[in-house]
């Protein structure tokens, strides 16, 4: 079918609708193909703003019957923007007695369904309140709530609307809906609501028209990707900062903006102008609240941060980078409340509950892109992420958006060791025992980071907040217990240990596995001289694997670990005898016990080959009497080590005639060469360890 004869049907099944005065249902052919051509027009590009106007206007009036408003309000589905005009409409035909209640309801989950695409939504917010008249109606309630949560501002929130709100709640017993609405009040006037919100909660709002929503975002996808230059001369400034924002997104089109990343553009807002600002304007700003949209950079933002006026649209603040300076600079409880629900409400949604589907993934993965983007800048996690993340882990096959998760999982906050191993550790564990090596080595590779990341960032605030001044020094306040962050660290030290030593078991000591754990080992070893945790925790026996592998790295890093723990031990000891820290955490003993253990093995098989027969029972190499071979202690010494062999052959050839190479046996008498050549071949660590570590050992042994 042509445009022309297209755009001609469906001009004429509107006239039908707006010109009848009484339609006649039963047997009317006529009514039938009107019907079925608007909503074939509307699924397949949209009705334009003018149609969506003369439509509602019918719709709402109820005119033709409860059965045909219906049909007509799901079919108002927009071409681009949904027109200001038409919520107007819907609001003061819902404020006569000529809709009915099922329609009434239907219009407000339209404006529901199409409340990203509202153009002019500061028209919106002005009549939003005329809603509130209505939130006494058990049927409407739920809308109205949703609606109102979204519109409401600070000068919204006023006692005789929270008193009405807790009469209902006591009239229908709590609700989600009511305490999602009571909990947007309390976000900006705590002392007008006394009722408690709980921190963990299921979503307030959840979508209840979540096929009509999805047809909506197909439209504009499709309409988008046919015609994006008319789309954006066409639409107001609002569409013109939705198709500017979108632009940066690594290289993706802005026709597919909304197909790969659901996260909304401020409406009014653009990180991106570059506009002067005038004298009229800086009047205003210094005066009244003035849009976010007229603020030009940070500067102007910073000058007076007080009289800026949010945007309504506070998931777009994943998209722009003046909004998340501005976050992070003046950390208003409710601005970071308002923003922690719609993240909650967007990621229960996404990944909890609705079905993941392939034509999912880019939507789900930019959203998580670009939180994650976020939460490096404002460097902390965010608690309701979190709690999204322990509740997907349990449900998750180990292979959607796995980069992603991993990143999340290395910017978890700080939580008891209990809480940490039933939400992240547990899910982790069993993923890891199944999985392929590669998964495996993510796996540790991200509770590294995570690691990494308590001690740099979350132990030090988390002193910082518990210190008597107390002052505000996350972006996200959370209500976590009080914990001992350093017990916290070592049960987490602990439990990745058992898991390195579990994987290397079952992968056959794989070089790439073994690589990730020495990664791990070589972290805790440097955790006091670089992180300041007070503690020295060894690793267990697995570690001996490294000393076995074929390839030179793995006992040349062994000895370099070594030599760390020794240094940290050194420091720790010589601090708290100054008594410079504290450190209950710290056995002197038995930790000085096992390191000079770990020494003596290593020497005793590199340098003095006693692998086997030095009749220490705590050995990390000792095996019953008899069960090895007195000959295999010159096995694992340094020139006959498996990893050290062609080591051994070439230093042979270049410091022996080609005609007399003999046994590398022969380099006994000349290890101390060849520790030098091997330092030659930026191997450094066994030479440094030798010599540096094991000879003063044994000078200070013998004094």
Known sequence: MSSAVEDKNIKDAIEYFVKEEKIKKKGNVQLSLALKTIDDVSRSKGLSAEDIISLIGVAASGCHGNDISCKLIKCLIPASVFPVRAVELAISYMCTSLPSNKVQAMLLRLLIAVFDYIEKKNVFQKLGYLLFYFIENTMLTPYVCHLLSLLTQREDVRLFRVRRLLELQTKLGSQPYIIGLLSTYKLYFPNLVSIVIPSTRKQFFPTRDRQWCSLIREVQDRNQAADTAHMQSSLELSEKLRATESSIMHGVPPAKRRKVDPIPVIHCSSSKLT?????????????????????????????????????SQIGAALRSPLFQCFMSYCADLPMTCRFSYWLQDTLCQELLDSTITPACFPRIESILEKLIEFSEFIQEGIPVVDQVLFLYLHVWNGLDFRPQVFRLVTRCRLYPFSVLNENILEPLRKLFVRTSVFIKCQVIMSLTQLLRNYATVEIPRYHQKSSEAKPRVCVFEDTAEVLDPLSTVQELIHFLDRLCTVGLT?????????????????????????????????????????????????????CGVTQSYKRNCQLLREDISSNKIESPHFNQKDTVHS?????????????????????????????????????????????????????????????????????????????????????????????????????????????
């Open 506 to 558: 079952l992968e056959n000591n794989h070089s790439l596995l073994l690589h990730f754990t020495l990664n791990f080992t070589e972290w805790v070893s440097e955790s006091y001289a670089r992180y300041g945790l007070p503690f020295v925790y060894l690793p267990s026996r697995h570690i001996t694997k490294a000393f076995l592998s074929d390839n030179a790295l793995g006992p040349a890093r062994l």
């Open 595 to 703: 390191l000079n253990i770990l020494i003596l093995d290593l020497c005793d098989t590199l340098w003095r080959k006693k692998a086997f027969t030095h009749g220490r029972i705590d050995s990390y190499f000792y095996f019953e009497p008899g069960h090895v071979d007195i000959e295999a202690n010159d096995g694992l010494s340094l020139y006959l080590h498996q990893a050290f062999l062609p080591f051994s052959v070439l230093f042979l050839k270049e410091t022996q005639p080609q005609e007399n190479i003999g046994h590398p046996r022969g380099i006994k008498e000349y290890r101390v060469l060849f520790a030098e050549f091997l330092q030659r071949e930026h191997i450094d660590e066994i030479r440094n360890f030798i010599l540096n570590t094991f000879m003063r050992y044994r000078k200070s042994i013998s004094d």
């Open 275 to 311: 506009v002067k600002l005038s004298s009229r304007l800086a009047a205003m700003l210094e005066e009244r609240p003035i849009p976010f949209v007229q603020i030009p950079d940070i500067g102007t933002l910073l000058r007076n941060p007080v009289n800026v006026e949010l945007p």
